[in-house]
Nanobody, 124 residues
């Protein structure tokens, strides 16, 4: 079992920044790829960013490229999502998820464990 806890969400003005954290406990977290997903009200959950177990490979949806950065510190069992230049369309509950074998970061079914989510609201 891997337990995931997200933190760092909140209310931010357009153009602002937030850094989300996904802290893991349980099995060896460094063996797992991690993805960040988000779900806005009335919309389906969508993939945002993913990172391989080693951190060598990352993947982003087009709408966040150049604004969001995913990283990980396996010594701290934590994955981060740095979000810059936020806009109201980024408002959502953000979830982190971990998967032992990931063929497609975009597919939520590839992930074995999920956190409870953290709310991000971008509004003036």
């Amino acid at each position: 079992q891997v337990q995931l806890v997200e933190s760092g969400g909140g209310l931010v003005q357009p153009g602002g920044s937030l850094r989300l954290s996904c802290a893991a406990s349980g099995r060896t977290f460094s063996n797992y790829a991690v993805g960040w997903f988000r779900q806005a009200p009335g919309k389906e959950r969508e993939f945002v960013a993913g990172i391989s177990w080693s951190g060598d490979h990352t993947n982003y949806i087009d709408s966040v490229k150049g604004r969001f950065t995913i990283s990980r510190d396996n010594a701290k069992n934590t994955v981060y999502l740095q979000m810059n230049n936020l806009n109201p369309e980024d408002t959502a509950v953000y979830y982190c998820a971990a998967g032992f074998v990931i063929r497609s970061y975009y597919d939520s079914l590839e992930y074995d464990y999920w956190g409870q989510g953290t709310q991000v609201t971008v509004s003036s």
